[in-house]
C-alpha cells in the first residue's frame, strides 16, 4: 500500500470518526455555566468554552450532524439519479436498442436527455445555494430536506459527466469484443464501464458533494432569520455567529475553533475526492482484462 493511500485512509478515519463521535455524544452534557465562559483550553475544557461557558469540543463534534448523516444522504440520492441518468443516456448499445423498441421506449429515453440538459441549465440560471434556500423555505430547514435539496440539484451535473464518460467508453475496442463474446449490456456497462472507468469520477463528484453540504449549513446561519440550525443546538455556522460578540472584545478562541474545523474538513474533503479519483490509483490488471476477452476473441 502506497503513502497517498495510507495518508487517505487515515484522514477518511478521522472524518467518519468525528461524525460518529457527533451521533454518540449525549448532548445534555453541553451546559450553560457562566462563571466558566469564555476561558481559553485547559485541562476541563481541551477545546475551550463559549459566551455561556459551554464546553467547545463536545459542541464542534455534535455539530456535525448537521451535515454527517445529510452529506450522505445527498451523496447516494446524487449517485442514484446521476448515475442511472448518466449510464441510461450515454450507453450508445442501450440507445440503440431502444430505438428498435415501441415508442414509449424512445420517449423515455429523450426525457432523460432533456432532465439532464434542464437541470444543466438551472445553475446557471440560479446558484445552487440560493435554489436551496427557496426550495427548502416552504418546509423548513432541515438538515435533510437540505441534503436531498443539494442531492438532487447536483445528480444533473454528475449524470452529464457520467454520460459522456460512457459514451467515450463505449466505443472502445474491449467493448467490442465483450459485446461479441456474448457479455450482457448490463455486466459491460456495471463491470467494464461505469465500475472500472466512472468510478474515480463519481468518487470525487459525491466528495465535493458533502463538503458543499457543509458550506451550505454553515452558510445559513448567518441569513438572518429562522434559517439554518438554531440554538441550543450547535452548528459551525451558529458557533461562529455566536462567537461575534466576544470577538469584538478580544476574545477570539470561540471563533477560532468553528473556522478550524470548517477549514479542515472541508480541505480535507476536497484533497480525499483528488486522491480517490487518482487514476494512478486504478489497478492496472483489471483495467486490461477487458483487452484479454479481445484476444480471446481474435
Known amino acids: 500500500m502506497t503513502r497517498p493511500r495510507i495518508i487517505t485512509g487515515l484522514l477518511l478515519a478521522v472524518f467518519l470518526a468525528m461524525g460518529v463521535a457527533g451521533l454518540l455524544i449525549d448532548y445534555g452534557f453541553v451546559g450553560v455555566k457562566m462563571s466558566q465562559a469564555l476561558e481559553l483550553p485547559g485541562p476541563e475544557h481541551l477545546l475551550g468554552t463559549d459566551r455561556l461557558g459551554r464546553d467547545l469540543l463536545p459542541r464542534v463534534l455534535v455539530a456535525t450532524r448537521g451535515f454527517f448523516l445529510p452529506g450522505l444522504l445527498a ?105 461479441s463474446e456474448g457479455l450482457s449490456w448490463a455486466r459491460i456497462l456495471g463491470l467494464h464501464i461505469l465500475w472500472l472507468h466512472c468510478r474515480p469520477l463519481i468518487v470525487r463528484h459525491l466528495v465535493h458533494l458533502w463538503s458543499f453540504v457543509i458550506l451550505v449549513e454553515t452558510s445559513l446561519s448567518f441569513i438572518p432569520g429562522e434559517f439554518g440550525i438554531q440554538e441550543p443546538d450547535p452548528s459551525w455556522g451558529n458557533m461562529l455567529v455566536g462567537a461575534r460578540d466576544p470577538a469584538l472584545t478580544g476574545h477570539l478562541w470561540p471563533s477560532v475553533v468553528p473556522t478550524v474545523a470548517i477549514v479542515f474538513t472541508v480541505v480535507l474533503l476536497a484533497w480525499m475526492g483528488d486522491r480517490l479519483s487518482d487514476p494512478d490509483d486504478a489497478a492496472p490488471a483489471e483495467v486490461q482484462e477487458p483487452a484479454e476477452v479481445e484476444e480471446g476473441a481474435a
Do not use: M, N, T
Not at 442511472?84 to 429523450?110: H, K, N, T
Not at 445555494?129 to 423555505?137: D, T, Y
Not at 432541515?142 to 460512457?166: N, T
Open 75 to 179: 451523496a447516494v440520492i446524487a449517485a442514484v439519479l446521476g448515475v442511472s441518468l448518466g449510464a441510461f443516456a450515454g450507453y450508445a448499445p442501450v440507445r440503440e436498442g431502444i430505438e428498435q423498441r415501441p415508442r414509449w421506449a424512445r420517449a423515455l429515453l429523450d426525457a432523460a436527455r432533456a432532465v439532464v440538459k434542464l437541470a444543466l441549465a438551472l445553475p446557471a440560471a440560479l446558484p445552487r445555494f440560493v435554489s436551496i434556500v427557496l426550495l427548502c423555505a416552504a418546509w423548513g430547514f432541515e438538515p435533510f430536506l437540505i441534503g436531498a435539496v443539494a442531492g438532487v440539484l447536483y445528480a444533473a451535473e454528475l449524470g452529464e459527466d457520467v454520460r459522456q464518460r460512457v459514451d467515450q467508453c463505449a466505443h472502445e475496442e474491449y467493448v467490442e469484443a465483450a459485446r
